[in-house]
């Protein structure tokens, strides 16, 4: 046979049948037991001491199933899935399926976006739609386009017990989740996306897997007891036989971008992988991604996911990093957050200050070496080095929202016109903007976490787990339960909230926003160099200038619920673009009052008029 190269799993040529290779040094011998179309056992040979097998069976091509039978030396014959299955039709207890690697791939000319470029949206698939499939998340493409939307960011993918599921309790990480329509719907949903401009981002999981379902450890061992996780066994990333074992989550990162032409890997709570060795595995995987891009010609990016307040992802490999392109910025929302809603507990304790937000402006984290009262230790380094390119910001995502008992958004938290505060604070950032879906109109549906597992002990262990989880937030009353459907249900979009009129305003509002982004040049530059933040915190007021080749932005913030005459403007010749409290954005103040387009002249003394919980910007005149 020809034209086969290192992989794992089951690699499909057209006309030559199928190539199944596995790690499973803790079976004897092992077979691979074709279930569908014909049934058939075909023995693997082994390829040495490190613990591979394979073998090329020819007659065998897409659509088959087919499971491993591992012989183990105790004479126990095991039957398992594909630990890279590539898809499970009949979930994480059934066959693998034999998946082709080839697609009719339509956006054959995109090569993926500058990373300063992005603009995302997180969403979760089951429950963005009616439907909860790849298919119909189609349909909503363009609305986003027109929204300023550049990057659409899945949570998890990857097979997961059931069919209800954050996606963070995934077993067989190369699998695309069934219920949602497979590879083949994560193909359409990517080449669509692409047709449109927009990239695709996808949540990956390499600190733990789920528990239902997980059979790596009955092939090798994947998990070390010499690390603790909070949501499950550590994966071995520098144990004795642990140089496959990073192999089959680089290979896995290196899939996504290669047979579903994903655009960039968000990873999931990398500060929780624990590996000592002299090259890390992150940064072998940010090696092999990029260097995979590369060989496609097109842009393949990272992103990590850390509450350490650390450079060590973003800093190159020569200067002992990982060389990851960007980092979501916990302090930026934790600062908003506690400033437009007053809550102070869990680990809100050590936020509540406007100068904090203000600082996160200046140099994307807030904790850069201070003693934190929530960790009771100094928490976090500078980050002046990282360009503002490189921050991921966000007012809501999935974690904000689903990790509170009750699954509130920030829609049930304030009101509508903190709702557009929000908006203009994380839009007119020098950051990457992150929404969470349905935050454009303020979606007042909760996003709770739910599951779908078939072992009821487990399902007990996660309701108990989850109130535990609480206890230092001090939320009161009934956790939804996490395995009810009803609790899936409540989570869907309610699309149709979108239409009332304060809600299509606040829809507007970030569209202008985000068109303002592009169009002036102080807020297309994604820097913090040429930025200036402050805040008077007795007024509750704060100021934010962003410069760039000759062009000024100047905004101001009212987080107080009192109208304030403050923030002296710069200055020069100043035009008000926008005023969230104008009439056009569903605003008390009428147009006569701080018009937009008018202009405002300052000798550096001039204070503006602000509305309660509201905003302005103005731009040097002649932008």
Known sequence: MTGWRFSLGALCAPGEGTRFRVWAPRAERVEVKLIEPAERVVELASEGEEGYFSAAVEGVGPGALYLYRLHRRDGEILERPDPASRHQPRGVHGPSEVVAREHPWEAEGWTGLALADHVFYELHVGTFTAEGTFEAAIGHLDELTRLGVTAIELMPVAQFPGDRNWGYDGVLPYAVQSSYGGPAGLRRLVDAAHRRGLAVVLDVVYNHLGPEGNVLSDFGPYFTDRYATPWGDAINFDGPDSDPVRRFF??????????HRIDGLRCDAVHAIVDNSERPFLEELATAVHEQGEREGRRAHLFAESADNSLRFLRPPERGGAGFDGQWSDDFHHALHTVLTGERDGYYLDFGRLGQLAKAYREGFVYTGQRSAYRRRRHGVP?????????VVFAQNH??????????RLAGLVDGERLKLAAGAVLLSPYLPLLFMGEEYGEERPFLYFVSHGDPELVEAVRRGRAEEFAAFGWQGEVPDPQAAETFERSRLDRGAGERPEKAALHELHRELLRLRRDVPALARRSND???????????????????EGSRAFAVFNFSRE?????????????????SAAERWAGSRPAAEAAEGETVESAGESELALAPSSFQLLVAEGE
């Open 250 to 259: 680089v290979e896995n990162a290196v899939h996504w971008v290669s047979e």
């Open 383 to 391: 980050a002046r080095e990282v360009a503002a390119r490189r921050l």
């Open 399 to 408: 974690d904000q929202t689903g990790n509170r008992a009750r699954g509130e």
């Open 530 to 548: 040429d930025l200036a933040a402050g805040a008077d915190e007795a007024a509750g007021v704060l100021h934010l200038l962003r410069e760039a």
């Open 563 to 579: 109208p304030r005459r403050a923030a002296l403007l710069p200055a020069g010749r100043w035009r008000r673009l926008l005023d």
